[in-house]
């Protein structure tokens, strides 16, 4: 019963490369996130997702793409990473009143 | 979003109690008061919520102003387990997007 797992847990990429990020919960939460948090700050969300089918752009989308198409996975893709993108990501699930986060990826991008 | 303001850290000894303080005096009737916090190199967690009354589980107490301008995270003996970021945030309660801060530090000293 792992609830909600994150891949790779540590990536180390170039600029200019394809990444993505995964995410999985056992719990069919109807809600998902990807937050990203840098150094010194809080989290700032990047994508959600409210159900399968249905993505939208939080505070912090640009240079990310997301897909839903089933309720338990959530990837999130860097289409050509950028330095600005190492940081370290994490995904959540939400129920009801709370979120539930997963462990994060450690991203650097060279 | 309403925002909320806290200390950047603090310091408090183990076994003793530990008063975290949020002010978000600009608080809409409908928003409830969450509490996560982050443990070194681990994504947040759940640790309470209320919405007017004070509110008790395993882990803390959550003391609400009577004006709901501020409250007050209470961890009633503090463990060196307790050191952490402990974000207070605002949210409508439906475990949607939540708006973290740079939180409080919490150092816990033997």
């Known amino acids: 019963d792992a609830g909600i797992t994150q891949s790779p847990r540590y990536k180390i990429t170039e600029t200019g490369r394809q990444v993505t990020l995964m995410c999985h919960q056992t719990?069919?939460?109807?809600?998902m996130f990807w937050y990203r948090q840098d150094l010194g700050h809080g989290l700032r969300l990047i994508y959600y997702?409210?159900?399968?089918?249905?993505?939208d752009k939080g505070e912090v989308p640009d240079g990310y793409v997301v897909s839903r198409s089933k309720t338990e996975n959530f990837p999130l893709t860097l289409e050509s990473a950028t330095r600005s993108q190492t940081s370290v990501y994490f995904c959540?699930?939400?129920?009801?009143?709370?979120?539930?986060f997963g462990p994060g990826t450690r991203l650097l991008v060279l | 979003d309403a925002k909320t303001t806290q200390p950047n850290s603090m310091e408090s000894n183990e076994e003793e109690p530990v008063h975290l303080p949020c002010n978000h005096s600009?608080?809409?009737?409908?928003?409830?008061i969450h509490w996560y916090r982050q443990l070194p190199s681990q994504g947040p967690e759940y640790v309470i919520h209320?919405?007017?009354s004070n509110v008790n589980n395993r882990m803390a107490s959550l003391a609400i102003a009577e004006d709901r301008k501020s409250s007050t995270l209470i961890l009633h003996r503090a463990t060196l387990r307790d050191a952490a970021v402990y974000y207070c945030?605002?949210?409508?309660?439906?475990?949607?997007?939540?708006?973290f801060g740079t939180g409080t530090r919490l150092q816990v000293t033997l």
């Open positions: 959540a699930t939400g129920a009801q009143e709370t979120q539930y």
């Open positions: 719990w069919s939460h109807s809600y």
């Open positions: 997702s409210a159900a399968a089918d249905i993505t």
């Open positions: 600009t608080i809409s009737g409908t928003d409830y």
């Open positions: 209320g919405l007017t």
């Open positions: 945030i605002l949210d409508t309660g439906t475990a949607s997007k939540l708006t």
